[in-house]
């Protein structure tokens, strides 16, 4: 089980493991003898993968090297691994017997047969009253059965993986080695302790014939590459990677299958027969103790930090071992950093709306022009494995009443609500297990100093001064620093600033010393979002403070009481809980705890009463003689969401009807989310889509929107504002006022949101906001109503109405998001 934060080692000791030095055939364990990781060198890693020979500059050099794999020498001979038997002839076939041969989907298929039956019997195709009536029924049970067997077969062959052939993961590790070195210059880094860790948990699983189940952060498609060739060198099974069908292109789709990539539909709909085949085939890869792995976020994550977990292939998962068709398996969560994400500059398109390109061959090979420049390393971290059985017993002691008298396979409202209340807190644990071995790379660091400072630029001192400050606040949070031996910090500053490119930041030269500046902040986020998990308390706290200081006058007059900073913390950490991951210890723990820390960091001073209690803060003399820069850097992390989330609010008034609109009148979600891309803007990063996307599903889980997912294809999801969060409006001109429950709450986002000083104004603001929302709102109603169809006013009769199957639709979901409510005790905006 993961061990608890009092458990851990120390701060310094978390960056301090023996360097893993490949050389040839043999793997070799150096230790280092520990200092002090502030003086001397943390981490002697070296990277697992090392330069391959250059045809063109080294030609005998590449032919031994090519020579090597195809004969198979050594390690490169994949013989022995730690792991079931994988490559070999007719492995594909002994997979597709065992999926199609199991009970689940047998009886699955006997069912859709029973069921069509019947409907033909009620269509009168087959008569009862008819003489051969049992005969013919009997005949066309068979052809059903066949049928769907076909079916079943043939989407088994699209979907496993095949691991066939030894020489093709021979040949396919040394090209993919080639072109990834190429790219990642310094190869790929792992830590030696995580490594020999990880081997020895291998060879118990393999002994007790269970799966490693690997649930990697996903920020690139370089994340399953690198984990599939750590795998091969340090010779362990390989693990079959969830991928979505939409990379299964021509002769990249076979190549990947090949090499460990199962193909599963990004959308299941209501196909029954098709999800009992992904259940069964998880249920044949856990039994058989084969590795497996799938991504926790679900798609890669475009702003840099995590997502909030999804919950699809786990729910697999979880219900192989609840219903007893597997005993156990071991979950392995891992953090892979970069230096430079090779997608960053596609995410930013989409980020700011731009629709999503369907992945291709000419798009793949167009992209291979980045294996030309030198994009730094990859580091990998293992966290240390746990017993999903064990997991999931010590979840159901805390929430269940009698866990033992569960029935799993009795598909009741309590059970429901308990599988979904154990997704959700292993999905938190993974994320949080990742975060914990997660290391910071110089990029990150770099990224986060320049877009936390108050000026345009920063001399090359000042910047060095603030990534050692910022390396020293990552330390003492219990975070890692990527390790770069005895290097001096100058020549770790000019490598990042390196692979960060002048696209990225610029420097201005002819001045006493090089002044460095953000050209691309929208792809800086990205690299600045690896570092905020780590602060995100300090982050929440400074903007609450900010509520007061924002109003200026003295010192005095910027103190604010613990009760008014206790309020907006919960507010915010309410608002953001689908952004960020918090400690489970409680609000008043949490705050008392971070209080103190920023006590002792000098940043604030605490007023406390006789007894003890806190109750009023401050900013400290010193943090203002500095010129506020420590409290400032926590803010202007927070500010880019705080910004996000109060365009979001600000569009929801524009959702109020118009005022002699009387029939409910439906928008549709994606053009709802893009209104929300236009508005009085502090930071252009905060035209964030995916950070909208999340601020409208927390205002739909807390019944400020209502959003109804048609099951026509053709009709795009719509939402609706609650009518008790409308905005009013003015009797004689229908224009919005700056009044009601969703402004309040709205000004409650803007309390803590940065602004000007040429926009201090509330009353200009609001007038200027309200009339730029409300005319972006009338557009999207009077496309509803016209019944243009790219606005989702089909099936309602061109007005924007509910079909009677998607209103009981949305009456369900609505029931069922107050039960998940009332579960989980989430605190309310």
């Not at 709909?269 to 084969?290: E, H, K, M, R, S």
């Not at 369907?358 to 030198?374: G, R, T, Y």
């Not at 002792?600 to 009463?609: A, E």
């Amino acid at each position: 089980m993961p061990r608890d934060a009092k458990d851990a080692p120390d701060d310094l000791t978390r960056d301090s493991a023996p360097d893993l030095q490949i050389l040839g055939d043999q793997i070799t364990l150096q230790p280092r003898s520990y200092v002090d990781a502030r003086h001397e060198d943390q981490d002697h890693e070296e990277a697992l993968m090392k330069h391959m020979a250059s045809f063109r500059s080294e030609p005998l050099q590449f032919l031994r090297e090519v020579s090597l794999y195809v004969s198979g020498t050594g390690w490169r001979a994949y013989e022995n691994v730690v792991g079931q038997p994988l490559f070999y002839s007719g492995y594909s076939e002994h997979i597709k017997n065992s999926v199609m041969s199991a009970p689940l989907l047998q009886a699955r298929i006997s069912q859709l047969a029973d069921t069509r039956l019947e409907i033909e019997e009620q269509q009168g195709w087959l008569r009862k009253d008819s003489k051969h009536f049992q005969t013919k029924r009997s005949q066309r049970r068979s052809e059903l059965i066949s049928g769907l067997q076909e079916v079943a077969e043939k989407w088994t062959n699209d979907m496993i993986c095949k691991f066939e052939s030894k020489p093709f993961i021979r040949s396919a590790y040394y090209l993919v080695t080639q072109l990834l070195t190429r790219a990642y210059h310094q190869g790929i880094h792992v830590s030696s302790e995580e490594v020999l860790r990880l081997r020895k948990v291998a060879e118990e699983a393999q002994k007790k014939k269970q799966s490693i189940i690997f649930l990697p952060s996903h920020r690139s498609h370089v994340d399953y590459v690198s984990m599939q060739l750590i795998c091969y060198r340090l010779g362990l099974a390989l693990p079959v990677v969830v991928a979505g069908d939409n990379l299964n292109f021509p002769l990249v789709g076979p190549f990947l299958q090949h090499a460990g990539a199962m193909w599963i539909r990004r959308s299941f709909g209501n196909d029954a027969l098709y999800t009992t085949l992904v259940q069964v085939y998880i249920d044949t890869l856990l039994q058989g103790g084969y590795n497996f792995e799938c991504f926790i976020e679900g798609g890669r994550s475009r702003t840099g930090k995590l997502l909030p977990p999804k919950f699809g292939i786990l729910s697999f998962v979880l219900d192989s071992l609840l219903s007893g068709r597997v005993e156990d398996a071991i979950i392995c969560p891992v953090s892979t950093q970069y230096d430079k994400v090779v997608e960053t500059e596609g995410y930013v398109t989409e980020l700011l709306g731009m629709p999503k390109k369907k992945e291709n061959l000419a798009d793949f090979l167009s992209s291979s022009s980045i294996l030309s420049l030198k994009l730094g390393r990859v580091d990998v971290r293992f966290h240390e494995p746990w017993s999903l059985r064990g997991y999931i017993d010590a979840q159901l002691t805390r929430i269940a009443k009698s866990p033992g008298t569960l029935d799993w396979n009795s598909k009741t409202p309590e059970n429901t609500a308990i599988k979904q209340k154990l997704l959700r807190t292993m999905g938190y644990q993974v994320l949080s297990d990742i975060n914990d071995v997660s290391v910071v790379m110089p990029t990150a660091l770099i990224g986060t100093v320049l877009l936390t400072l108050r000026g345009r630029g920063v001399g090359k001192s000042e910047l060095m001064r603030r990534v050692e400050w910022l390396t020293d606040r990552v330390r003492a949070k219990g975070g890692r620093v990527a390790h770069f031996g005895k290097s001096p910090l100058s020549d770790v500053v000019e490598r990042g600033l390196e692979v960060l490119g002048k696209d990225l930041v610029g420097v201005v030269g002819g001045l006493a010393e090089p002044t460095y500046f953000a050209v691309d902040r929208f792809q800086l986020s990205f690299y600045r979002n690896m570092t905020i998990h780590l602060f995100i308390s300090e982050a929440l706290v400074s903007a609450a403070i900010y509520t007061r200081v924002k109003m200026g006058g003295g010192p005095a007059h910027q103190d604010i009481s613990y009760e008014a900073v206790s309020s907006q913390v919960l507010f915010l950490s309410s608002l953001f809980r689908g952004e960020f991951i918090f400690s489970g210890e409680g609000l008043a723990h949490n705050l008392e705890k971070t209080l103190v820390g920023l006590q002792n960091d000098r940043v604030i001073n605490l007023t406390r009463d006789e007894q003890g209690k806190i109750v009023n803060i401050g900013l400290s003399d010193e943090e203002r003689l500095a010129g506020r820069e420590n409290y400032d850097f926590y803010c202007f992390l927070i500010w880019p969401f705080i910004e996000a989330s109060w365009l979001a609010a600000v569009s929801l008034m524009g959702l109020t009807p118009p005022r002699d609109q009387k029939d409910e009148i439906w928008i549709e979600v994606a053009k709802a989310q893009n209104t929300a891309q236009v508005g009085d803007l502090s930071y252009f990063e905060a035209v964030n889509k995916e950070t909208l996307k999340n601020s409208f599903q927390r205002f739909e889980e807390e019944g400020i929107l209502y959003t109804v997912k048609s099951k026509d294809p053709k009709v795009p999801p719509r939402l609706r504002l609650a009518s008790e969060w409308a905005a009013p409006r003015d009797p004689a001109t229908g224009a919005l006022l700056a009044s009601g429950r969703l402004w309040d709450f709205t000004e409650k986002i803007a309390a803590s949101r940065r602004e000007g000083k040429n926009r201090r104004d509330g009353a200009t603001v609001s007038t200027r906001v309200l009339l730029l929302t409300d005319s972006l709102g009338a557009r999207l109603f009077e496309d509803a109503i016209a019944g243009d169809a790219s606005a989702g006013g089909g099936g309602g009769g061109g007005t924007g109405k509910l079909s009677a199957k998607d209103a009981a639709a949305l009456k369900e979901s609505i029931r069922a998001e107050k039960r998940r409510r009332k579960l989980e005790g989430r605190a309310l905006l």
